[in-house]
Nanobody, 122 residues
Framework: QVQLVESGGDLVQPGGSLRLSCAASGISLDRYSIGWFRQAPGKEREAVSCLRRFDGRARYLNSVEDRFTSARGNAKNTVYLQMNSLKPEDTAVYYC???????????????WGQGTQVTVSS
C-alpha cells in the first residue's frame, strides 16, 4: 500500500521558517516528480513547487520563489520543502503529491498525502 505522509506544519510568526517533509512508503520517490500544493480556506488549491524527477530541477510559484526550496533528502524516500521568510498569506494546508510525469499537474498526480497545516501569524 502506497502512503505519502507530510509533517512539519506548525504555527510560526511572520518571517519565520519551517521545513515540511513528505515521506513515502510503498513507492520510491526517486522515480516521481514531487509536487507541493497548498490550499487556504476558501481558496482553490494551488501548486507551490515541482521537483522534476529526471533533470532534478525545481520550479516555484512566483510568490514563493527565493523563499521556498524543494529538495530530495539524504534519507531515502523523503522530500522536503524548506520555507523561509514566511508570510501570513502562506497560511494553508500543504500537500505533497507524487507524479509519474516530468511536470506536476494536479491531473498527473498518482499519490497524495493527507496534508499538514501551516499557520503564519503573530
Amino acid at each position: 500500500q502506497v502512503q505519502l505522509v507530510e509533517s512539519g506544519g506548525d504555527l510560526v510568526q511572520p518571517g519565520g521558517s519551517l521545513r515540511l517533509s513528505c515521506a513515502a512508503s510503498g513507492i520510491s520517490l526517486d522515480r516521481y516528480s514531487i509536487g507541493w500544493f497548498r490550499q487556504a480556506p476558501g481558496k482553490e488549491r494551488e501548486a507551490v513547487s515541482c521537483l522534476r524527477r529526471f533533470d532534478g530541477r525545481a520550479r516555484y510559484l512566483n510568490s514563493v520563489e527565493d523563499r521556498f526550496t524543494s529538495a530530495r533528502g539524504n534519507a531515502k524516500n523523503t522530500v522536503y520543502l524548506q520555507m523561509n521568510s514566511l508570510k501570513p498569506e502562506d497560511t494553508a494546508v500543504y500537500y505533497c503529491a507524487a507524479h509519474n510525469a516530468e511536470e506536476c499537474e494536479e491531473s498527473s498526480a498518482s499519490y497524495w498525502g493527507q496534508g499538514t497545516q501551516v499557520t503564519v501569524s503573530s
